[in-house]
């Protein structure tokens, strides 16, 4: 069975200071997709990134910037120089690589930014 | 490009009645996802259509049920509502991955049910 575990439920930051937020996933896939997505006071989930199991190097966009570590099965995101804007709770999710995309989510981690 | 929009935005429904919720897809898409979000918790897989089948479900009872029309949008419908289906409900939409590399789920706002 698939599971997410983001051990972080709340983290409060001060404005540019870089944040780091965990995720550990757990599947028996050999092939699968890790994704992170952002939850505003609005309720959308706005898509971050995707990365497929095989494709183990890190991505920087912007500020944002994840490290895949598949030996320790963890997907870290970490964002530079905070703002408030960056306020919301982070999901982290997983799914298998073929078929349908069935996303197993984390509990989230919410992210507080303050001036 | 239209993004996923969802209605209502807000429901409140009394236990034991019975609830439709709405969902387009994003154009493009022919994947249609539902998830329920409890407070403080992360979205829960309920099902997924596509081309108008169901072709997966998570762990909900079967008075949880979907439809997915010819232009890709789709309806949820809840019977017999207990106190605990209060949640968050979001569509996603989406190409499956046998379609090229398929793409990441999009979601709607969602609506936000409240059984007293």
């Known amino acids: 069975a698939q599971k997410v575990t983001q051990a972080q439920t709340e983290i409060s930051v001060v404005e540019k200071e870089d944040v780091t937020l965990d995720c550990v996933y757990e599947t028996r896939d050999t092939t699968y997709y890790l994704f992170w997505y952002k939850q505003p006071p609005s309720g959308e989930l706005v898509f971050l990134i995707r990365?497929?199991?095989?494709?183990?190097q890190n991505e920087i966009s912007g500020r944002y910037s994840w490290n895949f570590q598949k030996s320790t099965s963890s997907f870290n995101f970490t964002i530079t120089a905070s703002q408030v804007v960056d306020s919301a709770v982070y999901f982290c999710?997983?799914?298998?690589?073929?078929?349908?995309?069935?996303?197993?989510f984390g509990t989230g981690t919410r992210l507080l930014v303050s001036p | 490009e239209t993004g996923v929009t969802q209605s209502p935005t807000h429901l409140i429904k009394t236990r034991g009645q019975q609830v439709t919720l709405r969902c387009s897809s994003q154009s493009g898409h022919n994947t249609v996802s539902w998830y329920q979000q409890a407070l403080g918790q992360g979205p829960q897989f309920i099902f997924q259509y596509y081309r108008e089948e169901e072709n997966g479900r998570g762990n909900f009872p079967p008075r949880f049920s979907g439809l997915q029309f010819p232009n890709y949008s789709s309806e949820l419908n809840v019977n017999a509502l207990e106190l605990d289906d209060s949640a968050l409900y979001l569509c996603a939409s989406s190409l499956p991955y046998s379609e090229g590399q398929g793409s990441p789920l999009h979601f709607g706002n969602g609506t936000r049910l409240t059984v007293t």
């Open positions: 999710a997983l799914s298998e690589a073929e078929g349908f995309q069935k996303l197993v």
């Open positions: 990365r497929n199991s095989f494709d183990e």
